[in-house]
Structure formats: structure tokens, C-alpha cells
């Protein structure tokens, strides 16, 4: 998919943007301009490798009314205007949205002063049992921004047009165009997410996000919800429901392949809400969530990523080493999860301040991978027995989980002392043994 910087649109939302910046938008809703790209599957392109090829055209999406919080910064925000010639090679759909609201939308107004990229796609999309170029037509528009809780796919429905001999035909869909020169639209479905990607540590629990919304008239009292995971080129449905939205105590049917997993049928009916909750992740259970509702002739779908994350349990063999001769320490890293990781040794001399790499970089031990999916990794290091005594030796281990690197060190001894302490005590024994058996 391509990505774009709200900032840098098709020089007709610029224009739009640029001329009328000085409405206040005191009621609560506000236009939100926004360039996308229409994506067509390529015609013509046959004999190329037989991939699919797609082929892009800028499009602009006005979506009008966008419910907004009273907030200073909106205030230069500007209605929508059409362009003051209409042009039938523009494609500029427009789309009031205060019904169904999209959730979370005013994030589209301030993504623009944010700089976040908005990933905005338009396609042409057909319901279920629909004749090609029957009236009206249909789009769906797939909707994210970059670094932030929103992502939604919208089917738009074309508005109809009362057609006179002035009436413009979009020169690329052959739709007729509305007198100021748009492509007149409405949102009638919509589902949307609030995450795009979650980690939750292993045997936690999740409650993956998924919405949808419909016009006031419904589409459908039918809805069918799929959640399916994929992962690595492997599919598998993860639960699935029917349910009616005028009776469902009657009509609900839920399929729960997956043990631990839920939806409540209540906030289904009630809110659109069809979230799933997992309890007690395994490493399994990671991979992308595909939520697809279904109402009626239509469906959208959103995707979520699940990844699973253990930090590493790290220890040293020893505590306290005594050089007479090279010793070996083993760093030991367990039961982490994802892979990657990195154990590295560090010497603290008693003078320093900051920790030496060690020069030997250790032999690492092969990952072992443990029933639960997790990972251990040990790695071990000959300290020399020129390492003075009073010195560290640091393991210190990198992971995805952790935010700093974990230290564990091992304290170099003298090895006098000890022996010292070892024949002095030996022989005040034997001096007392003597005494006893003296008397
Ligand atoms: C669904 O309900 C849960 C609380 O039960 C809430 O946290 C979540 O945001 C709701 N999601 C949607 C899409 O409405």
C-alpha cells in the first residue's frame, strides 16, 4: 500500500486547503481534505508474469461533517469547497459522514498539523450478488494514520445525480457528477479498529478491537462476524458468529474454534462492537487478526497484528570466580520470546568507571525452543586468569521485550585470602584437638 504525506496532497486539495482559511467551525463538525489514490486492477497488462497489476490514479476524498470536540486548534480549519470549474477528469469524491460517524475521526484533522501519514485507498467494490455497473456504484475506501488508533474501511454508496444536459460524466468511471463538479457519496458501512497492533506478554489475555457501523436506514438485520488468524501462509478461523440485530436471543449462532476465545453478543447487537477476547496466549495465537463483518450484501474487513513477547530470564553459572586457572562462566537467557537476542561481556575493572567489552565475544550454545514456543540461549566465556581480582564480569543481554539491556556479573577473587583464612582456620582446629587431647 502506498503511504503519503497528508502535507503534500494533489495540488486540488492544496488549492481547497490554501483559499479559505478562515472559518470558524463552532458546531462541532468539521471537512477533513484528504489525497488518496484510486486503485484500479490493470487492464492490458497480460503477458507481464501473470502477477496482478494494480494501477493508481490520484483521487481527492472530502469527507464533510466530521464530528469534532470543541478544540482551539480547529479553529482554522475550513469547509469543504469544490473546485470553481468543474472538471470531469477529477476525481473528488464527496462524502458527508455524521451518519454512521466514523469513530475517531477528528484524528484525521490533526494528523494533518502532526505531519502523520494518512494511508487513504479507494477501490471500486461490488456487493454480494450485484450486477457490473449497476446503479448505484459502490467504493470501499480502506483508511489509516501512521502512529496513531485509527483505522477504518468505509463502503461508499454514489448518490444519485438528477441528470440534465449540463451533467458531467467522470471521464475515468463514467459516473455522472454532481453540479459542483464532485462525485456525490455516502458512507453507508463502515468497520473500524482502534488498534492496528498489539503485544501482550505469553499467558496475558487481549481484547482485539473491532467495530462497524450502518446507516440509520440498516442495510441488514443479518450480521456475521468472522475473526480468522493468519500467520506464516497459515490460516485459521479463530471464531465466527450470526447473529440478528432486532432478535438476537432467538438467532445467535457462535462458533468458537479457538478455546479462550469470546465475543459478547450484547455489545454486538447494542453498539457494533465485535471485539474478540483471548485469555491465556500462547505463542500459537500470534499472527494477524482478520475481523470481516458481514451485513447484508456487504462486508469490510480489519486486520490486526498479535504479537506475543516473554522477556528473558538471565543468571550466571557463578557468582564469584577465583582465577588459579581460566574459568569458564555460562550466561544463561530463558524461556524468551520472540527470537532475536544478544548476549554480550563486558569487563569492570576496580579503576573504571565504565564497563570494557570483553575481547572474547563468548561461544554462544544453539536456541534451544521450549513446548510453550519459547527460546533459551546461553553463551560462555574463558576468563583468563589475568583478570584482576576486584573485577566484574558483565553479561548483559538484549531483547525486544526489554527496554534497557539486563546486566548480571560475576565478581573476580583473590585467591590468597581464602586459602589464608582456609589454613589458619585448619590449624587453630588442630591446636585446639591437641589441646583437649593434652588434658
Ligand atoms: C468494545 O467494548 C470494549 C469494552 O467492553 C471497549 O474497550 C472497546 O473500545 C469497544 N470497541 C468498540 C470498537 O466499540
Redesign the pocket.
Known sequence: MKRQKTNSMTPIAAILFGYFMTCACADGVADVVLSCDLVEEGVGLGGMGGGAAFTRTPATLALRDVAVTADESLKAITPFMPPRTPDPDLLLFETGVSSPEI?NAEVLLHADCNEQEVMCEISRYSPRGSQEGSDPAYFMVSLGVEGVDLSASLILQTVTVEKNPSTLIQSKLGLPLSPSGTLLTEVIFLV???ITSVSVPLRGDV?L???FRQQNTPLSQEVGVEWRLQHRGKGRKVLEMQTRLDDAEENTVVNEERTGSSM?VA?VVA???V?LSLTQLKVLDEGTYICTVSLGHFHAQQVIQLHIVQPPHVSLSQETLVLKSPQTLACHCSKYYPLDSQIEWFYLSPADTEPAASPDSGSLSSHRQHGDGTYSLSSQLTVPTGVAPGTKVICRVSHLTLDAPVSVSALVKPPEPESYWYVLGFLVITVLFFYQVMK
Open positions: 469513530p473500524f479498529s482502534h481484547l478491537n473491532c467495530g459478547d455489545q453498539e457494533g462492537n471485539s
